[in-house]
């Protein structure tokens, strides 16, 4: 029998090429979407380009909790064993903006939506594996527990989102700390410098940014998705749960990315969902 991942994030960029590497690797795939006219197009380009490989599509606005719960029923619907699931969607914004549950955006997409997912899926989980996708910008975050949704008139883009990526650091250091003892697997690591669509607005992902003009500086999806594919699919990790990966070797955390951190941040992402 196959084994099945889910990979979130993956109509463009590093999940598409990951969803690919996998598939071809004889895995069952679901990618995701945040709508169908995103899905299709990248569901089709898999079949064509594996015919024999098996892709199945899901869609879900992880701006909203009740569609990251919606997801996270119909997969223990159709899947009574999810080997890996790999939170792989993130944003970046430059202006603040609330999710449709009122969270800033960036910790709502990046963090907590992942955070409900994992909870959510751990029926269908059991020993499986927990990926996150994160980023060497997670050493430059921060958080004010006083305002970690950034609440104040200050807002940085950037500085929310390296916080982000400490939050999937912090994440899969506390899911490995609660639920390692029952065989299940949380490792997040770092793609590099990524050549995606991935920095731009939502509504405008056809124009120049910043990012655009980095172009030279950026490796393929292809070479950013393989430390994530490794994790996936290797059969023996060499490195604790709960670790931080970059070129397939597991890296040192900055002083942020502490225990007690970890656990503080599980405790308001569970008040923040609703429990």
Known sequence: MKKTILITGSATGIGLAAAFELGRKGWKVYIHARSEARGKPALESLRQADPAGEYALLTADLASFDEVRQLAARVRREVPKLEVLWNNAGLMVSERQNSADGWELQMAVNHLAPFLLTRELLPVLGTGRVITTSSAAHLAGRFRWDDWMDEGKNYNGLFTYSKTKLANVLFTRELAARYGSSGLVAQCFHPGFVRTEFGKPRETAHKKTF???????????????????????????PGPNGSYWSERKVRKLGNSASAENAQRLWELSETAIGK
Request: with cysteine; net charge negative; glycine share 8%.
């Open 211 to 237: 990012m655009d003009y980095l172009a030279f500086a950026q490796i393929s999806p292809q070479t950013g998705c393989d430390t994530g594919v490794f994790l996936a699919d290797t059969d023996l990790l």
